[in-house]
T-cell receptor, first 112, second 118 residues
Framework: GENVGLHLPTLSVQEGDNSIINCAYS??????FIWYKQESGKGPQFIID?????DKRQGQRVTVLLNKTVKHLSLQIAATQPGDSAVYFC???????????FGSGTRLSIRP | EAQVTQNPRYLITVTGKKLTVTCSQN?????MSWYRQDPGLGLRQIYY???????DKGDVPEGYKVSRKEKRNFPLILESPSPNQTSLYFC?????????????????FGPGTRLLVL
């Protein structure tokens, strides 16, 4: 498959445990945040998003937390499964801009 | 099936030989974008388009051109490729510009184009 990141930070978790992937963003004006999942050989896939007027949003098995004070974003995956193995990217956008800025990614590895 | 397609998926070329990577979406999206992905650098935006005939530079536009003559197509053109343009390229589309109306800005990505410039 595609090697999308030779030097990515890696998070290794036991199957069935919860995973927490963290992201620091830089632009105080950013008001929209997204998490993407990228499996080997594929393009990024939208997981969940959150706007700056919220500090938590839940999806199916995933939760995104936003701390604007320290400019920190996290993605929590409940009961991690082998299919969750991928590179996860956070991204930020400001409504005054017309583009998304991506972080460098974290590789999630699942131990059986 | 709603999708973003890119062609070719893999390309090996030589320095200076003009090439075009096509991108097409069938979701009637207004916003389209090109990214390159390099190890350790994540995705960096090359160019984006907010609608037909409206294009603008992203973070790394040097050496690239785009056009948006039709809503569904957004080709990426490398007039004179150089080895530093060796990368993995992704096209993406969404209804609206990211950060705009809630629920309208989810970007759908194509499968990627792996380019090697010798």
């Amino acid at each position: 498959g595609e090697n999308v990141g030779l030097h990515l930070p890696t998070l290794s978790v036991q199957e069935g445990d919860n995973s927490i992937i963290n992201c620091a963003y830089s632009n105080s004006a950013s008001d929209y945040f997204i998490w993407y999942k990228q499996e080997s050989g594929k393009g990024p896939q939208f997981i969940i998003d959150i706007r700056s007027n919220m500090d938590k949003r839940q999806g199916q098995r995933v939760t995104v937390l936003l701390n604007k004070t320290v400019k920190h974003l996290s993605l929590q995956i409940a009961a991690t499964q082998p299919g969750d193995s991928a590179v996860y990217f956070c991204a930020e956008s400001a409504s005054s801009a017309s583009k998304i800025i991506f972080g460098s990614g974290t590789r999630l590895s699942i131990r059986p | 099936e709603a999708q973003v397609t890119q062609n070719p998926r893999y390309l090996i070329t030589v320095t200076g030989k003009k090439l075009t990577v096509t991108c097409s979406q069938n979701m009637n999206h207004e916003y389209m974008s090109w990214y390159r992905q390099d190890p350790g650098l994540g995705l960096r935006q090359i160019y984006y388009s907010m609608n037909v005939e409206v294009t603008d530079k992203g973070d790394v536009p040097e050496g690239y051109k785009v056009s948006r003559k039709e809503k569904r197509n957004f080709p990426l053109i490398l007039e004179s490729p150089s080895p530093n343009q060796t990368s993995l390229y992704f096209c993406a589309s969404s209804f609206r510009v990211p950060g705009g109306d809630a629920g309208q800005e989810t970007q759908y990505f194509g499968p990627g184009t792996r380019l090697l410039v010798l």
